[in-house]
């Protein structure tokens, strides 16, 4: 049997790993490429494999960037189920949809630009709404812990790996025979991506077993994150700091996941005493969807959290929380005065509903914008963090007046030492280790802690390499 990489080997983003053996084919993720300006035609780009060979997706979590492409299954005649927990395929729904939407609009404001040029050649959605509707119909929900026959002698089992709200580490079983005609049976191990521990509402990531081959992600494999302690203090600082009569906080902020963070953060703050009671917006159609799923699937909650919940408390609500709906809604929060928190997306302002509160905050030394999550190369987040004296919002220039944070400490993502302290069970089984998504100066930096400590020696794959199991 063999494993094939056609994404994320060198890199972050588009996620996908193809498992062959000779009975069964199976992908693990087929997520998108995405940043940089060659995303958008590796995207493009049929994959060199034919859909409707695959047995069966297995997904580890619903992040675009490993579940992005899955539409595109839809019309390459891919026949097979989609394995992924209960919370996965509910937040598959919200962000699926949402990236048919955004490519929809994108393809669509190209065409508008190229027309008046004569160019014929139009630009496509890699997907629309419809085809985000159809493959919804292929995915099968599995719980934590149960085993299931995905493709001819292949079971999976899924753990929870406290990354988002039902995201998985993948046990995967495949039998085969070997050259000589013998059955062989490997049981692999897929991270997708490990959460750090002690994170909040989240549970630790479950332990993985002894196994044949590890296939680990190395996003943070070079480094740790700041305590997050120390940054939930920083964030009562700033917004202490920010009460004035005109002062307002801004935070751009991924709807899924950060935001259901930051509601809970800022909730204990309040409960602490260590923040007077606030007003607070969370301006995104998305991350209200996204919350309202947090919300009901509670069952995946931290003993912490249940703690808090035990004694009659809300983690995902605090007095003063209001949830806008309509844009007149969004729009009012700019005629307010001070002492207005708003969190809205997209976290990087790219889009969304964040880019009209910076064009009206920007421009003003009582707005504080804090940034609380990675801001990529390009993006308009990137050139406020980076101290532009003015950046253009929604096609305008706008002067930046504003007091600028940037706290590195909210991560989902384990950082090395806790990505070895979970891979630590499976290494000291000596297992084949296969370092993906992550950067070759991240992942190289985890190979060599992992040599140091345990004598494994990782392979490094790249784009279309295979590795024999
Ligand atoms: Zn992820």
């Not at 014929?120 to 292929?138: C, F, I, K, N, P």
């Not at 998305?286 to 069952?299: G, K, P, V």
């Not at 030394?365 to 406020?384: A, K, M, N, P, S």
């Given at each position: 049997?063999?494993?094939?990489?056609?994404?994320?080997?060198?890199?972050?983003?588009?996620?996908?790993?193809?498992?062959?053996?000779?009975?069964?084919?199976?992908?693990?993720?087929?997520?998108?490429?995405?940043g940089?300006?060659?995303?958008?035609?590796?995207?493009?780009?049929?994959?060199?494999?034919?859909?409707?060979d695959?047995?069966?997706?297995?997904?580890?979590?619903?992040?675009?960037?490993?579940?992005?492409?899955?539409?595109?299954?839809?019309?390459?005649?891919?026949?097979?189920?989609?394995?992924?927990?209960?919370?996965?395929?509910?937040?598959?729904?919200?962000l699926?949809?949402?990236?048919?939407?955004?490519?929809?609009?994108?393809?669509?404001?190209?065409?508008?630009?190229?027309?008046?040029?004569?160019?014929?050649?139009?630009?496509a959605?890699?997907?629309?709404?419809?085809?985000?509707e159809?493959?919804?119909?292929?995915?099968?929900?599995?719980?934590?812990?149960?085993?299931v026959?995905?493709?001819?002698?292949?079971?999976?089992?899924?753990?929870?790996?406290?990354?988002?709200?039902?995201?998985?580490?993948?046990?995967?079983?495949?039998?085969?025979?070997?050259?000589?005609?013998?059955?062989?049976?490997r049981?692999?191990?897929?991270?997708?991506?490990?959460?750090?521990?002690?994170?909040?509402?989240?549970?630790d990531?479950a332990?993985?077993?002894?196994?044949?081959?590890?296939?680990?992600?190395?996003?943070?494999?070079?480094?740790?994150?700041?305590?997050?302690?120390?940054?939930?203090?920083?964030?009562?600082?700033?917004?202490?700091s920010?009460?004035?009569?005109?002062?307002?906080?801004?935070?751009?902020?991924f709807?899924?996941?950060?935001?259901?963070?930051?509601?809970?953060?800022?909730?204990?703050?309040?409960?602490?005493?260590?923040?007077e009671?606030?007003?607070?917006?969370?301006?995104?159609?998305?991350?209200?969807?996204?919350?309202?799923?947090?919300?009901?699937?509670?069952?995946?909650f931290?003993?912490?959290?249940?703690?808090?919940i035990?004694?009659?408390?809300?983690?995902?609500?605090?007095d003063?929380?209001?949830?806008?709906?309509?844009?007149?809604?969004?729009?009012a929060?700019?005629?307010?005065g001070?002492?207005?928190?708003?969190?809205?997306?997209?976290?990087?302002?790219?889009?969304?509903?964040?880019?009209?509160?910076?064009r009206?905050?920007?421009?003003?030394?009582?707005?504080?914008v804090?940034?609380?999550?990675?801001?990529?190369e390009?993006?308009l987040?990137?050139?406020?963090?980076?101290?532009?004296?003015?950046?253009?919002?929604?096609?305008?220039?706008?002067?930046?007046?504003?007091?600028?944070?940037?706290?590195?400490?909210?991560?989902?993502?384990?950082?090395?030492s806790?990505l070895?302290?979970?891979?630590?069970?499976?290494?000291?089984?000596g297992?084949?280790?296969?370092?993906?998504?992550?950067?070759d100066?991240?992942?190289?930096?985890?190979?060599?802690?992992?040599?140091?400590?345990?004598?494994?020696?990782?392979?490094?794959?790249?784009f279309?390499?295979?590795?024999?199991l």
């Amino acid at each position: 049997m063999r494993l094939r990489f056609f994404g994320a080997a060198g890199e972050v983003t588009g996620s996908c790993t193809l498992l062959e053996t000779s009975r069964a084919r199976v992908l693990i993720d087929f997520g998108m490429h995405q940043g940089g300006p060659h995303a958008e035609s590796r995207n493009m780009r049929v994959p060199p494999f034919r859909a409707r060979d695959i047995d069966a997706v297995v997904l580890t979590h619903a992040h675009i960037d490993h579940s992005g492409r899955l539409p595109m299954l839809a019309h390459e005649e891919f026949r097979g189920r989609i394995h992924a927990t209960p919370a996965s395929v509910e937040l598959c729904d919200i962000l699926l949809r949402d990236s048919a939407h955004i490519q929809e609009a994108d393809a669509e404001r190209l065409n508008r630009k190229r027309r008046p040029h004569g160019r014929t050649r139009s630009a496509a959605a890699l997907y629309g709404a419809s085809d985000v509707e159809r493959v919804m119909q292929q995915f099968t929900a599995t719980g934590y812990g149960e085993a299931v026959g995905v493709a001819p002698g292949v079971t999976v089992t899924y753990h929870d790996a406290g990354h988002i709200l039902g995201s998985a580490w993948v046990e995967l079983t495949a039998e085969d025979t070997d050259a000589s005609g013998r059955p062989v049976t490997r049981r692999l191990v897929f991270s997708g991506d490990i959460g750090p521990y002690d994170a909040p509402l989240l549970r630790d990531p479950a332990p993985p077993p002894a196994c044949d081959a590890l296939i680990l992600e190395s996003t943070y494999g070079d480094r740790d994150h700041k305590d997050l302690d120390a940054t939930i203090e920083e964030l009562a600082r700033i917004l202490r700091s920010a009460r004035t009569p005109k002062g307002k906080v801004l935070i751009p902020s991924f709807a899924v996941g950060r935001t259901q963070q930051l509601i809970y953060f800022i909730g204990g703050l309040l409960r602490d005493g260590k923040l007077e009671p606030t007003r607070a917006y969370i301006d995104s159609p998305m991350a209200t969807e996204a919350t309202s799923l947090y919300r009901r699937h509670r069952e995946l909650f931290d003993d912490d959290a249940w703690k808090l919940i035990n004694s009659g408390e809300t983690c995902l609500h605090f007095d003063g929380l209001k949830f806008t709906r309509t844009p007149d809604e969004s729009r009012a929060i700019n005629a307010m005065g001070g002492g207005v928190i708003v969190i809205s997306a997209s976290g990087m302002c790219t889009g969304g509903r964040i880019l009209h509160h910076l064009r009206h905050g920007l421009p003003r030394e009582e707005t504080h914008v804090v940034f609380v999550g990675y801001q990529g190369e390009g993006t308009l987040g990137r050139r406020i963090v980076d101290r532009e004296p003015r950046v253009r919002v929604m096609g305008e220039p706008v002067d930046v007046r504003a007091t600028i944070h940037t706290l590195g400490g909210f991560s989902a993502h384990a950082g090395q030492s806790d990505l070895v302290r979970w891979a630590t069970p499976a290494l000291e089984s000596g297992p084949r280790l296969i370092l993906n998504h992550g950067e070759d100066r991240q992942r190289a930096a985890l190979a060599g802690v992992i040599k140091e400590r345990f004598g494994v020696e990782a392979t490094l794959p790249w784009f279309k390499d295979i590795v024999e199991l």
